[in-house]
């Protein structure tokens, strides 16, 4: 098992969090599994950019993202170099250190009322 700490998070983690994960399996699944619910408004299928992630350390360690990632990250609010979707952020060996945004873009919701 693989461990990721989570920052704090005003809403969705207050008091921040450690957890583990399997690796191979997403950094949003794994939050999921532990309570922290992190939008994921397209179902984890790289369509929006709710679950967006700053990789904070351990970054490295993640499989590159590949371009439909990327095309949708340049969408995310609050890019930075080390964000990743966390759909698509898969664990390996090394242990991630998180920090879930505090705003995100819900691209799969916007404009439908």
């Known amino acids: 098992m693989t461990q990721i700490i989570v920052l704090p998070h005003v809403e969705l983690c207050p008091d921040g969090a450690?957890?583990?994960?399997?690796?191979?399996?997403?950094?949003?699944q794994a939050l999921l599994e532990h309570d922290i619910a992190i939008e994921h408004a397209c179902e984890m299928s790289c369509a929006?950019?709710?679950c967006h992630?700053?990789?904070?350390?351990?970054?490295n360690s993640l499989e590159p993202a590949e371009d439909t990632e990327e095309d949708m990250l340049d969408?995310?609010?609050?890019?930075?170099?080390?964000?990743?979707l966390s759909c698509q952020a898969h664990v390996a060996e090394t242990p991630l250190v998180v920090?879930?945004?505090r705003y995100?873009?819900?691209?799969a919701r916007e404009g439908k009322h």
């Open 99 to 101: 920090e879930i945004p």
């Open 75 to 84: 969408k995310a609010w609050g890019l930075e170099p080390n964000s990743r």
């Open 53 to 59: 992630v700053i990789v904070r350390e351990g970054f």
């Open 104 to 107: 995100s873009i819900n691209m």
């Open 48 to 50: 929006c950019t709710t």
């Open 18 to 28: 450690v957890i583990e994960a399997e690796p191979g399996k997403s950094v949003c």
